[in-house]
């Protein structure tokens, strides 16, 4: 056997794994949406509702930002009963976690998995704390909060995964039309929270309307690529401001 014919043999067996190996990640998938509901609702749900869709992944924990969480502690002590959105709250944690930092405050909770939010009504539904879809009619009216969270909501796997990925998947148009419906219900003064983004949101068309929140620890280093309104990276790391005040 000459070269010429080692090499084939090399590039066939190569593809050949290589196949098996997709093959098999395929049967795994097929598996996971029969056998587990968390996995089939995120399917099942970005296909649905695939042009509204901005985060795939149903992961959350309790207190996963104490640090931002402590920032609006401090912010709310003193305000009476103020009313405050969990944008994308997955299964309730954070909206849990927020009603423990400021038990005054009535916390409202949107997603647009029906699953989670049958989770998080299960879970943590309590007096000062409602769970709406996205859509509902309930959420559609509301407005005046004096606070909104989206934290890990406006980013896709694949820009932090791909290392050799320049252009966002996730594209900035999408990112921006959320912010400016968002941005409607939040009242004078009151703080926009954002983090984990594939964006930064200082350069949304709205930025005029808010202000660079004056308090520490705002700004904040994260090992993450960052994409601008072109949709393309400009850097593998972010250290973006994370709180915002509307004017």
């Not at 042009?51 to 502690?73: C, E, G, M, V, W």
């Amino acid at each position: 056997m000459n070269i010429f014919e080692s090499l084939k043999i090399r590039r066939w067996e190569k593809g050949h794994w290589q196949y098996i190996y997709i093959l098999l990640w395929r049967l795994y998938n097929v598996y996971r949406f029969i056998t587990i509901s968390s996995y089939r609702s995120r399917i099942i749900y970005s296909f649905r509702f695939k042009n509204h869709y901005h985060q795939f992944s149903n992961f959350t924990r309790s207190d996963r930002y104490p640090d931002l969480f402590k920032i609006a502690k401090k912010h709310f002590q003193d305000i009476e009963k103020p009313t405050i959105l969990s944008f994308g709250c997955s299964t309730g944690e954070e909206v849990a976690t927020l009603s423990e930092y400021i038990p005054h405050a009535t916390i409202v909770g949107v997603d647009i998995n029906k699953w989670c939010l049958k989770q998080a009504t299960r879970n943590f539904h309590a007096p000062n704390r409602f769970f709406y879809h996205c859509f509902s009619q309930e959420f559609l009216e509301m407005n005046n909060f004096d606070a909104i969270f989206c934290l890990a909501v406006f980013q896709h796997p694949g820009n932090r995964h791909n290392s050799v990925q320049t252009e966002s998947y996730y594209p900035f148009s999408h990112f921006e039309k959320k912010i400016n419906e968002l941005s409607e219900k939040l009242k004078p003064n009151g703080l926009f929270f954002i983090d984990h983004c594939d964006f930064n949101f200082l350069e949304v068309n709205i930025m005029k309307q808010y202000r660079i929140a004056p308090f520490l620890n705002n700004q904040c280093l994260r090992q993450r690529p960052l994409f601008n309104r072109d949709n393309k990276k400009t850097a593998m790391v972010q250290t973006n401001f994370r709180v915002f005040q509307k004017k």
